[in-house]
């Protein structure tokens, strides 16, 4: 059975950084398609990072330049680095992935997902 397990989250003052980690197990990690998507309160789900089986990386126009998606295959971790974080980027952050490899930035591709680990930042 697929399991995505996230941590990392915690409160941060704007401006600063938090990288959060995915640990996968039960599925080839190395091939899958992972994303990270958020929530925040009273909003829909957004995706803002994605790496494609092939390391294609894809994001979100509101964390381009700001978040970096990465994958250790040896580990199978999947890692958000968040800089420059703004009170906009305050959400439940879930780790997702695409067990038939559709990939992409619409979240509804996504069959399997984390419990999520939360991300608050403040002025």
């Known amino acids: 059975q697929v399991q995505l397990v996230e941590s990392g989250g915690g409160s941060v003052q704007a401006g600063g950084s938090l990288r959060l980690s995915c640990a996968a197990s039960?599925?080839?990690?190395?091939?899958?398609?992972m994303a990270w998507i958020r929530q925040a309160p009273g909003k829909g789900r957004e995706a803002v990072a994605t790496?494609?089986?092939?390391?294609?990386?894809t994001y979100a126009d509101s964390v381009k330049g700001r978040f970096t998606i990465s994958k250790d295959n040896a580990k199978n971790i999947l890692y958000l680095q968040m800089n420059t974080l703004t009170p906009e980027d305050t959400a439940m952050y879930y780790c997702?992935?695409?067990?038939?490899?559709?990939?992409?930035?619409?979240?509804?591709?996504?069959?399997?997902w984390g419990q999520g680990t939360q991300v608050t930042v403040s002025l």
């Open positions: 790496i494609a089986s092939d390391g294609r990386l």
């Open positions: 997702a992935t695409d067990t038939w490899s559709r990939c992409g930035l619409d979240t509804t591709n996504y069959n399997r």
């Open positions: 039960a599925f080839t990690f190395s091939t899958a398609c």
